[in-house]
DNA sequence: ATTTATACTCACCTAAAAGAGAGTGTTATG
DNA sequence: CATAACACTCTCTTTTAGGTGAGTATAAAT
């Protein structure tokens, strides 16, 4: 998913912000991204197959490549343990909490105005 | 885009409650809608073309597609007026104003970090 | 000797999302 | 008479996301 960002007034923007604002804005607006997030803040430090436990749904193959991403991106920390068999943590860094924290308006949104969309629905879907 | 959510505590959630909040976020997450909400919420009432214009690389397809889910939802309010050529007036409802404002700490957290976030890849990419 | 656990990767396949492009009805304008 | 504007819809094709199931290395436990 890549998200176009708006050159609605005339000013142009710097077509490099303006790529990285759109791939950010995807990225996180991503499924199993917002999942790992809300999970990582809210239990700090996991490893690879507990969290896999946590997010139901999450396949391996989206588990790793969505915290890949999210590595690569500087929101959460991975670190090896080099044992055998493997151990593997992450946390959320700095950068991973503020995010957290900026998305967290959103959940907290969807939860308070769950009843009035259902009733926004159930009246469109009546119409006609 | 459909999201699981998480049913990290043993407690059960009310399955229904659950798939509500679960498309609700897909829903609000998605790229489109993301985009469409900021710029009502700047430029206030606009029609469809307009819209379409200032988002820039959204098909009809799926401008017609994300305004109907949002007026569904209850986020925007669509006004038809019956003249010709057709003249349709979109803008925000309540309650799609109060999740613009939601979203704004994310739009505002990408802006700010986006240096370090470019910073983190490039570190990332460099490894090995 | 076999099984188990961990944290993955790889190749293949399907389903869903999105894009492209044409068509529609009506009126004003050149 | 042809074209343009508007707000769409319809169909077709491409792209992307994501699922499935297998395989890997190593050591400890059974």
């Given at each position: 998913?890549t ?5 609605s007034?005339a000013?142009?923007i ?10 950010l804005?995807g990225?996180i607006?991503a ?6 997030l ?6 700090g ?11 139901e749904?999450?396949?391996?193959k989206m588990?790793?490549q ?5 590595e690569?991106?500087g929101?959460?920390?991975?670190t ?11 946390r959320l860094?700095?950068?991973?909490l503020?995010?957290g924290e900026?998305f967290c308006?959103?959940w ?5 105005h ?9 009246a469109f879907?009546?119409?006609?």
């Open positions: 998913m998200i176009q960002f708006l050159t007034n000013q142009p710097d077509p490099r912000i303006e790529k990285l604002v759109n791939d804005i990225r607006a499924k199993w991204t917002m999942l790992i809300e999970l990582l803040a809210q239990r430090e996991m490893r690879f197959t507990q969290i896999g436990r946590a997010v749904g999450i396949s391996q588990l790793t969505t915290l890949r991403q999210m690569r991106d929101l959460v920390h991975r090896v343990h080099p044992v055998v068999p493997p151990k593997v943590e992450y860094t700095d950068l991973g503020t995010l900026a308006g959103v907290t949104w969807a939860e308070a769950l009843e009035r969309i259902e009733a926004a629905r159930a879907d009546a119409r006609d």
